[in-house]
């Protein structure tokens, strides 16, 4: 089943055999979800205070942003000022993509690329197969380079539904903007010139990642996304409106249920930053669970340094004779180990710790 995985889908594996995963997919026991955990509270920061003159109601976003990044949490930005109408096309062209009206699998497979991409798959594609013993994700995605434009394989790109490319591009363009508030925030909540990230080359890389997790008639066996947190200094995820699924570890109440907030944009903080900040803020660890009655969809924008760059400590941040906690390495050789390690559930994180 683990070589079959590699010509089929998980989409497809649902529809024949009604949603009942086989044998590759089914958890060991300590890894099973808990589908009726509790809800996290999740932080909602107003960006729009970030380019006001508004400094006093600034500095409260600022510090709210501060308050939930160094301790670990998630959270979600409103006032980002992307239209909702433009919110619900790219949700439209997710669904349509993957599944409405039914996308014969050949077509969509024709998106899956043959010359694999070592720092980021790329590509119409499921779990990457490195092992016998791996244990699968219930889901599918559709893996783009969207930013910088020149990194774009447009082979890659659906040509169905009509809009695909043009709903991208407006969104894209909103995207570049709320990264560089962003990282603006960030930066200025580190005590940092506010265009530090901006100007180093942090904003490098913008590959999206549309997922799709069909219907699972064993949602208590099954995870849609194993553990981890992510390789980027932040992702930007847009949730499915309607159906939750993501979990958030807290160190206190252990894994929690992200609750549905239509048009937020969920922000999720990940190794690069954990790295450069010296541990002052803290890389997220999620995952998602299934649900047998509903399809769910969500979008991951993950936000990369430049390959060349290098990614450690920065010096500002460890004065005061603060010792480095973390290892210096580029953002190249970062993904090609993320790369190997996410598929097998390790966290490249670890290894990274001085
Ligand atoms: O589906 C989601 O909500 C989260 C997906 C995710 O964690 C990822 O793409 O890295
Ligand atoms: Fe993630």
């Given at each position: 089943m683990t070589e079959e995985i590699?010509?089929?889908?998980?989409?497809?594996?649902?529809?024949?055999?009604?949603?009942?995963?086989?044998?590759?997919?089914?958890?060991?026991?300590?890894?099973?979800?808990?589908?009726?955990?509790?809800l996290a509270a999740i932080p909602i920061i107003d960006l729009s205070y970030e380019e006001s003159k508004d400094l006093e109601q600034r500095e409260i976003e600022d510090s709210k942003l501060r308050s939930a990044s160094s301790s670990g949490e998630l959270f979600y930005v409103l006032g980002h000022g992307i239209p909702t109408s433009l919110i619900d096309e790219v949700r439209n062209i997710t669904r349509s993509f993957f599944n409405q009206p039914k996308q014969p699998l050949k077509e969509k497979l024709s998106y899956t690329s043959d010359m694999p991409n070592p720092y980021f798959s790329e590509g119409y594609e499921t779990d990457v197969v490195v092992s016998n013993e791996q244990i699968l994700d219930w889901n599918d995605k559709l893996l783009l380079n969207v930013y910088p434009e020149e990194e774009r394989n447009m082979d890659l790109w659906p040509q169905k539904p009509e809009s695909?490319?043009?709903?991208?591009?407006?969104?894209?363009?909103?995207?570049?903007?709320?990264?560089?508030v962003i990282f603006k925030a960030l930066a200025r909540s580190l005590g940092l010139d506010e265009v530090y990230f901006i100007n180093n080359g942090s904003k490098g890389r913008i590959p999206w990642r549309f997922n799709y997790y069909p219907p699972c008639s064993k949602p208590d066996l099954v995870l849609g996304m194993k553990p981890h947190s992510d390789g980027s200094s932040f992702t930007i995820i847009l949730q499915d409106d309607q159906?939750?699924?993501?979990?958030?570890?807290?160190?206190?109440?252990?894994?929690?249920?992200?609750?549905?907030?239509?048009?937020?944009?969920?922000?999720?903080?990940?190794?690069?930053?954990?790295?450069?900040?010296?541990?002052?803020?803290?890389?997220?660890?999620?995952?998602?669970?299934?649900?047998?009655?509903?399809?769910?969809?969500?979008?991951?924008?993950?936000?990369?340094?430049?390959?060349?760059?290098?990614?450690?400590?920065?010096?500002?941040?460890?004065?005061?004779?603060?010792?480095?906690?973390?290892?210096?390495?580029?953002?190249?050789?970062?993904?090609?180990?993320?790369?190997?390690?996410?598929s097998q559930g390790i966290r490249p994180l670890d290894s990274m710790r001085i």
């Open positions: 590699e010509k089929t889908r998980v989409q497809e594996i649902a529809e024949r055999t009604n949603g009942s995963p086989p044998k590759c997919f089914i958890q060991r026991e300590s890894n099973r979800p808990v589908l009726d955990a509790s695909f490319r043009e709903v991208v591009n407006e969104f894209n363009e909103k995207i570049l903007i709320l990264v560089d159906v939750s699924g993501l979990q958030v570890f807290n160190n206190q109440l252990g894994w929690l249920n992200v609750p549905v907030l239509p048009y937020a944009l969920l922000v999720v903080l990940g190794d690069e930053i954990e790295i450069k900040t010296n541990g002052q803020y803290k890389s997220v660890m999620h995952k998602v669970v299934t649900n047998s009655e509903k399809e769910r969809i969500s979008l991951s924008m993950f936000i990369l340094s430049e390959l060349k760059n290098e990614i450690g400590p920065i010096d500002e941040l460890i004065e005061d004779g603060k010792p480095k906690l973390y290892k210096s390495t580029t953002a190249k050789d970062y993904g090609a180990d993320f790369f190997v390690k996410f």
